[in-house]
């Protein structure tokens, strides 16, 4: 869920900085990440990973910070809900009130819950041999590159998928992607929404959709996906979508 909104600066992190072997470990699980597949590879045969963060606001590099994050395996054209990640994190910062009446996340429900270094040693093992999806990726990876990155100067470099990016190439003449509209129009009904998990499973349900209306159009592959997304919009978000 993206927090479209301004509100006074954030204060910065106060939490506690990866210890030497945390560093390490994280990676190593990135290292385990680094293959990709084939611009060949049909679409039915791709592991994809739907993610979605929560976060107390907007910029990271404002002292912004991640207070729950979740995910959901698409495979063999099914959303697989049986495997799902589903973590909370502590910001070690305030939770400002907007945040909490749109996600339920409260100060307290996040002041026992691992730091984020603690959350992406559970989270990364997720991303082997998985493409990436998101609504609005970029926003996410982000905020978790941004962690990574201060912890262990790596970042996630998983190929990456905007399902916004998808929407503009499949429907140019529509003004809003936004995921709201984009549920409607797919007659989605969004429960779970505004929180990590279910914003996840909601992507990942539009995301077979899209996928079927890209196989009407002749997208079979990958590199099918690549060259269509390139044909048809005036410019492509490509998070890490190297082929």
Request: negative net charge.
């Amino acid at each position: 869920m993206k927090l479209f909104w301004s509100g006074r600066p954030a204060n910065k992190y106060n939490g506690p900085p990866p210890a030497a072997e945390v560093a390490d470990t994280l990676k190593e699980l990135l290292d385990q990440c680094q293959s990709r597949p084939d611009s060949g590879t049909p679409l039915t045969d791709v592991c994809f990973l739907v993610v979605d963060t929560e976060t107390t606001g907007l910029s990271p590099a404002e002292g912004d910070e991640i207070i729950a994050l979740g995910a959901v395996a698409v495979e063999r054209g099914c959303v697989q809900r049986g495997k799902v990640f589903n973590r909370l994190v502590n910001p070690y910062r305030d939770v400002p009130l907007l945040v909490t009446e749109l996600t339920g996340i409260t100060a307290d429900m996040v002041d026992g819950a691992g730091d984020i270094y603690t959350v992406l040693q559970d989270f990364l093992p997720w991303l082997r041999n998985t493409v990436l999806v998101g609504h609005y990726v970029d926003f996410d990876l982000e905020f978790l590159n941004r962690k990574l990155q201060q912890a262990c100067n790596r970042k996630i470099v998983n190929p990456a998928l905007d399902t916004c990016t998808i929407s503009r190439a499949l429907y140019p003449r529509w003004a809003s992607h936004s995921l709201d509209h984009l549920l409607a129009n797919h007659q989605i009904e969004p429960a779970g929404r505004h929180t990590a998990l279910g914003d996840a499973l909601l992507t990942a349900e539009l995301f077979l959709q899209l996928l079927e209306l890209l196989r009407e159009r002749g997208v079979y592959t990958l590199g099918d996906l690549h060259l269509f997304l390139d044909e048809h919009l005036d410019y492509y978000y490509r998070v890490g979508f190297n082929l």
